[in-house]
């Protein structure tokens, strides 16, 4: 009786060694059964539509984006004007200050992970269910590349699955460094600015090889929402996250603080706390 009922059927006892079982499934497991068998048959199709050739990426860099043509249907619904700014550049042509410092805000286990940083997505999922509201968060750079290239910004399961899906095989076909050169040359910094040499130059007025520690903590600082966010503003979200990068540039050794920082923190260090 027992086995029968965790298999999913009842069985009677008829006598001492004849048993009658009604192999009939209840309604819910068959239910279950169904969607499964439908996710099955429709996982191959939907990953043969959705997965687009990535080896072209090994050499090639896409003219335009998924992210950019929304933005340009945005806009044209509104009946606004709506320009690109991109210049492509290669990414040893990208200042290392830029690159560590989009790194630490941005996915600071890029070189480790596969595509997915676990423990992120554990803690967005836990901090989801706090407030009730699912925003899909602790994506990484290879998530981020994958959405800005082929997907629309809308949340949505269904994207979030497709994102996954290029994601892990994204990191199949390119090597770390194309994905990383591929984001910061896609990656959105303010209304029509696309890529860092574009936003160096519209900020700056310099080219992406020239960039400053703090212009390169102050450009990584936006990125979590650069149409809201301006780098040479005085908005304090980004005069605190910049300092934070900065600070954590410092302590790695990426950046040798200038001599007036050192002398102010010797002092600061060796100030007595009260009069003697």
């Excluded at 006892?13 to 239910?31: A, N, Q, S, Y």
């Excluded at 901090?127 to 925003?135: A, E, T």
């Excluded at 994905?179 to 992406?208: D, M, Q, T």
Aim: charged share 25%; glycine share 4%; proline share 6%.
């Amino acid at each position: 009786m027992e086995l029968g009922i965790y298999l999913g059927f009842a069985c009677l006892p008829v006598g001492r060694e004849f048993v009658i079982c009604d192999l009939t499934m209840p309604k819910r497991h068959t239910t279950w059964l169904i969607l499964l068998s439908f996710f099955l048959i429709l996982l191959p199709i939907v990953y043969l539509l959705v997965i687009p050739d990535l080896s072209k990426l090994i050499k090639e860099n896409p003219k335009k984006t998924a992210l950019m043509e929304y933005r340009e249907r945005a806009s044209k619904e509104k009946r606004k004007s709506y320009r690109i700014y991109q210049s492509w550049v290669p990414f040893s042509k990208i200042s290392p200050y830029l690159v560590k410092a989009v790194l630490i805000a941005e996915d600071d286990k890029f070189w480790k992970h596969e595509g997915f940083d676990y423990e992120a997505i554990q803690k967005a999922l836990e901090k989801d269910l706090k407030v009730k509201k699912f925003n899909f968060g602790g994506s990484t750079i290879t998530q981020q590349l994958a959405k800005n290239l082929y997907l629309s910004p809308e949340k949505s399961l269904i994207r979030k699955i497709s994102e996954a899906f290029i994601t892990w095989r994204m990191e199949k076909a390119l090597s770390k460094k194309r994905i990383l050169e591929l984001y910061l040359n896609v990656a959105e910094w303010g209304e029509g600015i696309f890529g860092v040499e574009a936003a160096s130059r519209h900020y700056y007025g310099k080219p992406s090889s020239q960039l400053t520690p703090e212009e390169a903590a102050r450009l990584a600082s936006v990125l979590p929402n650069p149409r809201k966010y301006n780098p040479v503003g005085d908005q304090r979200y980004v005069i605190n996250r910049s300092n934070i990068i900065y600070s954590v540039m410092i302590q790695r050794g990426i950046v040798i603080p200038e001599y007036k920082e050192i002398y102010k923190d010797v002092t600061e260090a060796f100030e007595p706390s009260s009069p003697m």
